[in-house]
């Protein structure tokens, strides 16, 4: 007699959504497709996206790629910034190979932006400036978590964690040099809004010649 199957079941092919509130034309974009990008963040916020700051990094280090969710917290002429713990695995990831793609997706508006590019450093000064607007329990828990590390229990964190409102009864621990931001410069860009039929919009920019392109590729 055959055994039940007991494995759980989701049927999430048959699943559908038809994409239908906005529309996106190259002759419509910026040129520049950070100040796009500042637009587009400026309506989701608008929108009151939940995280509207919210992007998937990914890392790649010996041909394996990996990735999480981090909170961008600067975009201006100069790239994309955000900050770490530069000795957990992502840190470790991108001092090996700087080569990174992003993604930021806001359902509410049915649109994502892809982002490809090279990473570096920020300035000490800067990663020192965002770190002291932190919430002080923000910057205690930097210090106390030895990130992507092993750890015995959580206990053990939120003794490390105690240990260090001890001691910094007003949360203004320094900025440890381990931790600090890094700066996504772009070389490829793509704006993507949903549309009918899965005949979705997506523009394209490539950095060439230290010049964009602007081009429609097909969904």
């Not at 892809?114 to 990473?119: D, H, L, N, Y």
């Not at 300035?123 to 590390?149: M, N």
């Not at 600090?180 to 009918?196: A, D, I, S, V």
């Amino acid at each position: 007699m055959k055994e039940p199957n007991t494995q759980p079941h989701l049927d999430l092919a048959a699943m559908r959504i038809d994409y239908a509130k906005r529309s996106l034309d190259e002759r419509d974009v910026d040129p520049d497709p950070i100040r796009q990008l500042i637009a587009w963040i400026d309506q989701a916020i608008a929108a009151r996206v939940n995280e509207p700051n919210a992007m998937t990094l990914a890392t790649c280090e010996d041909g394996r790629p990996s990735a999480r969710v981090m909170l961008l917290k600067n975009v201006d002429a100069d790239g994309l910034s955000f900050f770490t713990n530069y000795l957990s695995r992502k840190g470790r990831q991108m001092a090996a190979n700087p080569q990174v793609a992003a993604v930021m997706w806001w359902p509410e508006l049915e649109r994502q932006v892809r982002i490809e590019g090279t990473v570096s450093r920020t300035t000490i000064e800067e990663s020192r400036d965002y770190f002291a607007k932190r919430p002080p329990d923000a910057r205690l828990g930097a210090v106390a978590s030895p990130q992507s590390e092993i750890v015995e229990s959580r206990r053990q964190l939120e003794g490390r964690m105690a240990e260090l409102r001890h001691q910094y009864p007003d949360g203004n621990i320094p900025c440890p040099e381990h931790w600090g931001g890094f700066r996504l410069r772009p070389r490829r860009m793509e704006f993507w809004q949903g549309r009918p039929s899965r005949l979705h919009d997506r523009i394209e920019y490539l950095r060439e010649n230290n010049a964009w392109t602007i081009r429609r590729l097909a969904p």
